[in-house]
Each structure stands twice: as structure tokens, then as C-alpha cells.
């Protein structure tokens, strides 16, 4: 495996015959929606096949898989193109095989919006373990909100081999967190045992495997009553075969002031988990000046401290699967907007704009002008920043990684992730 940096003059062709691969091959793992528009400085992955095949008629993913001694399950993942469809057609070459040596087994979550796209949800699924889905909500005395129409997303997850997750968060109907929530039910027994008890009527209805907690902005004199509520949740879900993951603000010490770090003891709600994911992103952030989403240093900072709290096998550190769209010069409180990774590139191509690399926070970005001649400066990840944040998770042998979120496509990481780990597929 290799990643490759676009120069001028390059053609997907050209760079196809170096490694001795084929353009369509480098378009599928890359996520290319126009082959022919390469942008200067654009970072592709490059992988060979160590064994591929020719569809023929009336053969089926499943009929190829067992010929090979594989499964459809890998034909998917080492297949982007194929989105999770079962639906091939004689002439089509695929890959059985990559040349590439299998990594380390890595837990690999994801979170995702029941609205999501059904294509874009089959086709990353073959490369997480669970799927987290956003969000139950609740009362103050303990009812939960309903998240209507998960029904199929959880299934669709199941049929597939991945775990769905039932998030629970504290929101407000407008979808903000809300701190006298968590204050209110938390301290409230009868609220409490009653949010339990709804918690469990609705794993076992919706046919969830694991639960998540996402609760953000918890006050600093909440702390302790916060780990107590996961302390009681910790063992009930265990017995009853259930994965308990609990999301944590990016702290570099025990002590960070700021109400989105005060409530989380790392200590104690990791040891109450299964698993822990660090929401190691939003430096950078839409109403904050224009920066790394994920700038490999605060996220290292984060995982370093993480693990002076927390064993490494139960540390999933966070990935975004998003950048920033900021127009320059930056105006405090101006909104920047959000976009897809494969979208900034398609921006950058628009634009003519050849895309840099910034060694420091190991993440792409570049400028560009619109026709009325304002700028604007995007950072998004790629390849390059993908394998910064995998490499981090070797080095420090954390159990894996999770993705805030997997509404946008990004086939380019998953084929890395396909390339470089060996994606664990049980809980």
C-alpha cells in the first residue's frame, strides 16, 4: 500500500501504470467521482491486487466466496464500489485479495442518523464493528424520548454483521444538550431506575446490542452522580449480553476547567465502561477560527492523558469524518459550514485549488476564491491524516476507532482502514 500525492500533470492513468494497477481500481478505493479531475496535492491510496476475479454468468458474491474460501462479507470491503449491494454482472473484475499484509485486530464504531442514506449505510458497514445510532433523548422523570424509524437502521446493521448501539443523550427538543437535565433525573432515584428500566425495554424492542452514552456538557458537581449512573447500568448490561460504550469530552488532565470537561471522570466512567470513545475533534469547529479539525497533537495530548486513567483496551479514539468551510478574512461568531471529505476535494477541483498539507497538525487544507472573489480556507482530512490517527492507534495499542459520523461517504479511509487493520466483527 501506498498513498500517493497528486503532482501537475499527473492523470489517474499515468499513476495507475506506475504501480501497475488499473485507473478503475485507483477510482474505486479513492472514491472518485470524476477519474479525470485530480487536484494538485490531493492524496490517493494506492493498493495492488493480490488476486482478483471475472464475474461469470450466474455466478453469485456468495458462490465467489466460497470458490476462494472468503467471504462476502470481504468481498465487500476489498469492493467499495459494490456499496454493500449483492447485485454483479458478467465482466466485472473483482478484487479477492490485496497484497497487503492483515494488521491488528481494531474495533471499529461508527455513528449515524436513522435518515441516513440506505446505499451509503450498506456500504460502510462491512467496515464497523458497531453502528451508534443518534439519539434517544429523555425527560426529567425518566421517559424516554422515542427515535423514530431506527427500526430498519438497526436491522439493516444486524443483517450485516455490525452491533447497533442506542444512543442516549441529553437533548432538549431542539436537539441541544441540556445540563439541568442530566442534574434532574440523575439525582432523582425514582428518575433514575425509571430511565433504566426504559432503557431496557427499548435495547430488547428495537433488537439494540449495545448501549451509548452521549452525555455532554455534564456539570462539575454532576460528576460523581454520573459515574454512579453508569456504575448501576455497567453490570445489568453485562449480565444481559448488552456492550455499554460512553462517549468523553477531549481532556488533557483531570482537572480541565470548562463545562464540557468538569463532569467526565475518566476514572470513573472508565471503569464503569466496556468501552470509551474520546471525541478527540472540533478544534477546529464551525464557529471558531479556521484550523485542523483534528490536529494530530491535541489528539495525542487527549489519548496520552486517557490512558494515565483508562487501560488502552478499551480506548476508541474519535475520527471525524468531516471538515470546515471557512470564509476569510474569519469573523467571530461567522458560521462556517460543514462538508464531506469527498466534497472538499470536489470543492478544490471547482476552484482550481491545489491542496496543501500541513506536517505540523498532519491535515490537508487549501484557499480558494469564489467568482465575486472572496476567500475562503478549507481543512478537511484525507489519507495522509486517516494514517496519522491509525498509526497513533498502533502506537499506543488502542482497541480502535470511532467515527463521528458515517452520513457523508468516505470510501478512501475505509479502504485504508481495509488495507492497514484486520476490522474486528464481534463485541
Known amino acids: 500500500m501506498d498513498i500517493y500525492v497528486v503532482k501537475a500533470g499527473d492523470t489517474l492513468n499515468n499513476i495507475a501504470r506506475q504501480y501497475g494497477v488499473t485507473a478503475t481500481l485507483l477510482a474505486n478505493i479513492n472514491g472518485l467521482g470524476n477519474p479525470d479531475r485530480l487536484v494538485v496535492g490531493q492524496a490517493l491510496l494506492i493498493?495492488?491486487?493480490?488476486?482478483?476475479?471475472?464475474?461469470?454468468?450466474?455466478?453469485?458474491?456468495?458462490?465467489?466466496?466460497?470458490?476462494?474460501?472468503?467471504?462476502?462479507?470481504?468481498?465487500?470491503?476489498?469492493?467499495?464500489q459494490l456499496m454493500g449491494?449483492?447485485?454483479?454482472?458478467?465482466?466485472?473484475?473483482?478484487?479477492?485479495?490485496?497484497?497487503?499484509?492483515?494488521?491488528?485486530?481494531?474495533?471499529?464504531?461508527?455513528?449515524?442518523?436513522?435518515?441516513?442514506?440506505?446505499?451509503?449505510?450498506?456500504?460502510?458497514?462491512?467496515?464497523?464493528t458497531m453502528l451508534s445510532v443518534f439519539a434517544y433523548g429523555f425527560t426529567a422523570a425518566g421517559d424516554l424520548v422515542p427515535l423514530t424509524d431506527d427500526e430498519e437502521v438497526v436491522m439493516i446493521a444486524r443483517s450485516m454483521g455490525s452491533f447497533p448501539y442506542m444512543v442516549l443523550a441529553p437533548l432538549t427538543a431542539d436537539g441541544q444538550f441540556d445540563s439541568d437535565l442530566i442534574t434532574r433525573t440523575l439525582r432523582n432515584p425514582q428518575?433514575?431506575?425509571?430511565?433504566?428500566?426504559?432503557?431496557?425495554?427499548?435495547?430488547?424492542?428495537?433488537?439494540?446490542?449495545?448501549?451509548d452514552l452521549d452525555f455532554e456538557y455534564v456539570r462539575a458537581e454532576d460528576a460523581e452522580v454520573f459515574v454512579s449512573?453508569?456504575?448501576?447500568?455497567?453490570?445489568?448490561?453485562k449480565a444481559a449480553g448488552y456492550g455499554f460504550n460512553i462517549a468523553l469530552a477531549p481532556k488533557y488532565h483531570a482537572q480541565q476547567p470548562g463545562l464540557l470537561y468538569e463532569g467526565h471522570d475518566y476514572h470513573g466512567l472508565g471503569q464503569a465502561a466496556a468501552t470509551v470513545l474520546l471525541m478527540t475533534y472540533e478544534w477546529g469547529y464551525s464557529y471558531g477560527p479556521p484550523m485542523a479539525v483534528a490536529p494530530i497533537r491535541e489528539v495525542r495530548r487527549?489519548?496520552?492523558?486517557?490512558?494515565?486513567?483508562?487501560?488502552?483496551?478499551?480506548?476508541?479514539?474519535?475520527?471525524?469524518?468531516?471538515?470546515?468551510?471557512?470564509?476569510?478574512?474569519?469573523v467571530e461568531g461567522r458560521r462556517a459550514q460543514s462538508i464531506g471529505n469527498q466534497e472538499a476535494l470536489d470543492i478544490a477541483a471547482q476552484n482550481n485549488?491545489?491542496?496543501?498539507?500541513?506536517?505540523?497538525?498532519?491535515?490537508?487544507?487549501?484557499?480558494?476564491?469564489?467568482?465575486?472573489?472572496?476567500?475562503?480556507?478549507?481543512?478537511?482530512?484525507d489519507a495522509r491524516s486517516i494514517m496519522a490517527k491509525l498509526s497513533l492507534i498502533e502506537e499506543l495499542q488502542l482497541k480502535g476507532a470511532?467515527?463521528?459520523?458515517?452520513?457523508?461517504?468516505?470510501?478512501?479511509?475505509?479502504?485504508?482502514?481495509?488495507?492497514?487493520?484486520t476490522i474486528k466483527r464481534s463485541l
Not at 485549488?353 to 476567500?375: C, N
Open 47 to 80: 493498493a495492488v491486487p493480490e488476486e482478483q476475479h471475472t464475474v461469470r454468468q450466474g455466478e453469485t458474491l456468495y458462490s465467489i466466496s466460497m470458490a476462494y474460501q472468503t467471504s462476502v462479507e470481504a468481498l465487500y470491503r476489498n469492493n467499495p
Open 85 to 128: 449491494s449483492p447485485l454483479i454482472y458478467p465482466g466485472q473484475v473483482l478484487v479477492i485479495s490485496y497484497r497487503e499484509p492483515l494488521g491488528r485486530l481494531l474495533t471499529v464504531g461508527g455513528y449515524a442518523f436513522p435518515f441516513i442514506e440506505r446505499m451509503l449505510l450498506r456500504g460502510t458497514l462491512p467496515y464497523l
Open 302 to 330: 487527549v489519548a496520552q492523558y486517557a490512558l494515565t486513567e483508562i487501560p488502552a483496551d478499551k480506548i476508541l479514539l474519535g475520527i471525524p469524518n468531516y471538515g470546515y468551510d471557512w470564509t476569510l478574512p474569519y
Open 229 to 237: 449512573f453508569a456504575q448501576e447500568l455497567s453490570p445489568l448490561l
Open 402 to 421: 470511532s467515527y463521528w459520523t458515517i452520513m457523508r461517504p468516505f470510501i478512501q479511509n475505509w479502504m485504508l482502514l481495509n488495507l492497514t487493520q
Open 191 to 211: 428518575s433514575r431506575m425509571h430511565l433504566i428500566r426504559e432503557i431496557f425495554a427499548t435495547l430488547e424492542e428495537k433488537g439494540y446490542q449495545g448501549l
Open 353 to 381: 485549488a491545489g491542496i496543501r498539507f500541513d506536517l505540523e497538525a498532519m491535515s490537508p487544507y487549501f484557499h480558494y476564491f469564489t467568482p465575486e472573489g472572496v476567500e475562503h480556507v478549507v481543512w478537511f482530512e
